[in-house]
């Protein structure tokens, strides 16, 4: 058996890296989850790894025209999002907490308006931890890219030209899983192709990783209807690893919302569960790019 070759779809947060130094992160911790969880230790994957970011501004580290998401203040568009965002993944018992608290508790950005505080409240009762904030901005941040369509083009253009013919799985982190999942919605985008050859006629597994994917507001910023299922081309296996307490991903797998494919739930640790290199070293990512089950 070839050992697998991989593409890397990384999230935001990187534009201070490089795609030598990221190919060399998540390079080392597949190579630890193979070598620890499968029986190819001596077969290791090879991989590429597309910096998307370095199509943003210089120096910036985000997708907006902020220079800062975590405290800039919303647009209206924004606020409406993210609200929408908080909603879906909150119970009705954190709503009912969070309307009993006084709105100096939480103390997030001045600037954000009071909706957003008090669905920040809910959000930190079901996830304890200070995880609301962090979950605002990987919001923001996942709006920006799908909002913005021709720096959308433009990243998925650059991460398909790392597509080679032997390509056989693609790896999404976070707002990378994103990505990688809209290489297969947008087969007819790209010149000179046609449906079926996107992202790769070799590719035969694709792995997200904490994915915001499962939030509903973010399927229908993807014109994705609610009831709609994701689907991929049937001879793509889909394997989706998460860990509950990862914030991004509401703390749930995709399987409710996409049937064909195999969720794994992870334990990547408090100190960060959402880090891209404890899911990449995780035995669901090893087994699944070792070609076995997860």
């Known amino acids: 058996m070839r050992a697998a070759e991989i593409v890397g779809v990384h999230g935001i947060g990187q534009s201070r890296t490089s795609g030598e130094q990221l190919t060399r992160d998540w390079g080392k911790a597949l190579g630890r989850g193979i070598k620890e969880f499968t029986d190819q230790p001596d077969r290791p994957a090879t991989l590429r790894m597309p910096h998307w970011t370095s199509l943003l501004a210089k120096g910036t580290d985000r997708l907006g025209p902020q220079d800062d ?89 650059l991460v398909r030209d790392h597509v080679t013919p032997t390509t056989s799985v693609v790896i999404g982190h976070s707002l990378g899983s994103v990505i990688a999942y809209d290489l297969f919605r947008h087969e007819g985008d790209a010149g000179g192709r046609t449906p079926g050859d996107v992202p790769g006629p070799a590719v035969h597994t694709l792995i997200t990783c904490g994915s915001p994917l499962g939030i509903p507001s973010v399927r229908r910023l993807m014109k994705i209807e609610d009831g709609d299922h994701l689907r991929l081309p049937e001879h793509i296996r889909w394997i989706n690893v998460y860990d509950p307490d990862d914030v991004v991903t509401g703390g749930a797998g995709l399987r409710r919302v996409a049937p064909g494919l195999v969720d794994a739930a992870v334990r990547n640790g408090a100190g960060d569960p959402h880090s891209a290199v404890r899911y990449l070293r995780s035995e669901p990512v090893a087994r699944a790019v070792a070609g076995g089950r997860p």
């Not at 009993?100 to 997030?108: F, K, S």
């Not at 809910?122 to 609301?132: I, K, L, T, V």
């Open 69 to 157: 998401l975590y405290g800039a203040s919303m647009t209206p568009a924004e606020e409406q999002f993210v609200a929408e965002a908080l909603g879906d993944v909150v119970g009705p018992q954190d709503l009912a907490y969070a309307e009993e608290q006084p709105l100096a508790v939480l103390g997030p950005p001045k600037l954000w308006p009071p909706r957003i505080t008090r669905l920040l409240m809910a959000y930190d009762h079901r996830f304890p931890g200070g995880g609301g904030r962090f979950f605002v901005q990987r919001m923001r941040e996942v709006r920006s890219y799908l909002t913005e369509p021709n720096l959308a083009v433009k990243v998925r253009a």
